[in-house]
């Protein structure tokens, strides 16, 4: 069973880096992750998304563990506007699925 | 731009009626999904269209029956529904496959309430 597996809640502090972990065990070598995030009341964001390198765009980074198994969003200045719940996801080959994460949501104090 | 736009936003239907959800892109995107979200739970995929052909059915229920006219428009005609069909239903795009590295673009939602 293809689990992709998140810690339930974090909390950072504002204009502190966040790190977000994401556990995917079982990815394949063509298995994409993406990260999207979800604020209150509203559809998930797309956020970014990997291969095999890490990534950068200006919402965050991604940093993919060598044996893909696993992977980290990064935030690097945390601010009361990334208080959302963060799904990481993975594709699955020859499909148009999304296997999507138990999300963590992060919140951010003042 | 990149948009999908959804109406009604909230909808509240009794069990008998029969409402329809609406999806707009304009993104030139071929793929089209469905999406049901209950409360703190991840979306759950329901209906894949590609080209405009229903490529996948998550085995949902037959109360429900999506439709696409078009290739910017996406439909999920809503019939004798349950109240625990109530959730928030997230319509998507995406230029191609999600497993070739496309992204899909969510459109906000339509809060929909069985009573």
């Known amino acids: 069973d293809a689990k992709t597996t998140q810690p339930n809640s974090m909390e950072s502090n504002e204009e502190e880096p966040v790190h977000l972990p994401c556990n995917h065990s079982t990815i394949s070598g063509t298995d994409y992750i993406h990260w999207y995030r979800q604020l209150p009341s509203q559809g998930p964001e797309y956020v970014i998304h990997?291969?095999?390198s890490n990534v950068n765009n200006r919402m965050a980074s991604l940093a993919i563990a060598e044996d893909r198994k696993s992977s980290t969003l990064i935030l690097h200045r945390a601010t009361l506007r990334d208080a959302a719940v963060y799904y990481c996801?993975?594709?699955?080959?020859?499909?148009?699925?999304?296997?999507f994460g138990t999300g963590t949501r992060l919140k951010v104090l003042a | 731009d990149t948009e999908v736009t959804q109406t009604p936003k909230h909808l509240v239907m009794g069990m008998t009626n029969k409402k329809s959800l609406k999806c707009e892109q304009h993104?030139?995107?071929?793929?089209m999904y469905w999406y049901k979200q209950k409360a703190k739970k991840p979306p759950e995929l329901m209906f894949v269209y590609s080209y405009e052909k229903l490529s996948i059915n998550e085995s949902v229920p037959s109360r429900f029956s999506p439709e696409c006219p078009n290739s910017s428009l996406l439909n999920l005609h809503l019939h004798a529904l349950q109240p625990e069909d109530s959730a928030l239903y997230l319509c998507a795009s995406s230029q191609g496959t999600p497993y070739s590295g496309n992204t899909i673009y969510f459109g906000e939602g339509s809060w929909l309430t069985v009573v």
């Open positions: 993104m030139g995107h071929r793929a």
């Open positions: 996801i993975r594709t699955t080959s020859g499909t148009y699925k999304y296997i």
């Open positions: 990997g291969l095999t």
